[in-house]
Each structure stands twice: as C-alpha cells, then as structure tokens.
C-alpha cells in the first residue's frame, strides 16, 4: 500500500541552524512527491515538487529512490519559516489522489 | 495558481444534523477533491468529486454519510450527514488545474464543531 512517514512530529530549531525533515514513502511505481506547508492561519499550499528540482524560500529536497526518502532541507532557518509541513505522494493511476505524510511542526527559536 | 473558495469557513453544529460545505473555484479545473483534516491528524482523503458522475470514495467513506456533488468544473459540494462529535474536523476542498495536473491546490478549509 502507499504510504508516506514522517517520523518527527515536532522540530525545534535555533534560527540560523540547518533543518531537516524526514519523509520516507512506500510505493511500488514510480513515484511523484512534494512537500507541502501551512503556515499559522494560512491555507495548505505546495512548497516544492520533486520533479521541478527546485529551491523555494531556501528549502530543497531530493528524492532517493534506494532509501525511499524525501527530505526536506534548509540550511539556515528563519523565523518565518515556523509551520507545518507535509510530505505526499501522488498516486497516479485513477484520480491522480495525493496521499499525505502525518507533517512536521516546525518551530524556530529566535 | 487557482484561487478555492469555500463556505461556510467555520460552523457549530447539532449531533444529527446535517451541513453542506461549498467549494467554489475561479477556473475550470480537472480533478476536485474532499479531504478531512481532524485535530492533530493529516490530512485524509474522503473522496474524488467527478464532473456529472457519482463521486469515487476512499476507504472507509461513503455516499450515504458524505454525499457530494458536482454539477460543473468549476463547483462542487460535501454534505455531512447525521453529525456525531466525531465529525468535528476540517474539510478541505483542493483541485487540481488543468495547466499542472500533478499539483493540487487548496481551499482556505471549513471548520466544523458538532456538540
């Protein structure tokens, strides 16, 4: 079956630390993944796509299909960046339904 | 990127009753979907919502309890029917554009509270 982890449900960081949040998938095609955030009081938006190979707001991750992970890295966090975040996986055949890691609550310390 | 509106954002609501959440985008899009999101969980597919279709159920949801509706590409609504506590969460609407078909976005969401 599909899934996606995310083992850490809480992160506190410095500002100014690096972050790293943790997602791991189980799927046996080949995979789309993407980051997903919330920030307080906003609605669920996409931060990143595996595909696009892109930096956003100093965030990357890279898709490792022999440890099926896609982590999400910063290497300096700021305050702006406290949120939620939420690792998915779509699942193409069918619907094109997305399905959702249990996410990350970042915190960063002043 | 499509803009999702949805109404009602929040509602209070009796066991047994039942509440119709809107979705409402500002351009055709493909695919609509209905997530819920219940206190300290992650987000959870109810179903997919088919343009002049029944609607494709996840798991664990059906028709009866979450009737839904799409009358056209650009609308679509979730009832949720017979309200327990347990229906307390917040309904997420998101589609799917035609221009990115593999990113969804998301509706502002409605919370609901049944006593």
């Known amino acids: 079956a599909q899934r996606v982890t995310q083992p850490e449900k809480l992160l506190s960081v410095f500002k100014g630390a690096p972050v790293e949040l943790k997602c791991n998938y189980s799927y046996s095609g080949s995979p789309e993944l993407f980051w997903y955030v919330q920030y307080s009081r906003q609605r669920l938006q996409l931060l990143l796509r595996h595909i696009s190979r892109e930096s956003i707001k100093g965030f990357t991750a890279d898709l490792n299909k022999g440890e099926t992970s896609f982590h999400l890295k910063k290497p300096f966090a700021q305050e702006e960046d406290s949120a939620m975040y939420y690792c998915a996986l779509n699942i193409p055949y069918g619907n094109n339904r997305l399905a959702f890691g249990k996410g990350n609550q970042v915190v960063v310390i002043p | 990127s499509a803009v999702i509106s949805q109404k009602p954002s929040r509602d209070i609501c009796q066991r047994g009753t039942s509440l119709t959440i809107q979705c409402q985008v500002d351009?055709?899009?493909?695919?609509m979907f209905w997530y819920r999101q219940q206190p300290g969980q992650s987000l959870t597919l109810i179903a997919t919502?088919?343009?002049?279709?029944?609607?494709?159920?996840e798991s664990g949801f059906v028709i009866d309890k979450f009737p839904i509706s799409r009358p056209n590409l650009t609308f679509s609504t979730l009832t949720v029917s017979n309200m327990s506590p347990e229906d307390s969460s917040i309904y997420l609407c998101?589609?799917?554009?035609?221009?990115?078909?593999?990113?969804?976005?998301f509706g502002p969401g409605t919370r609901l509270l049944v006593l």
């Open positions: 919502a088919n343009q002049g279709s029944e609607a494709t159920y």
């Open positions: 351009s055709q899009v493909t695919m």
């Open positions: 998101s589609v799917q554009a035609l221009a990115r078909p593999q990113t969804q976005y």
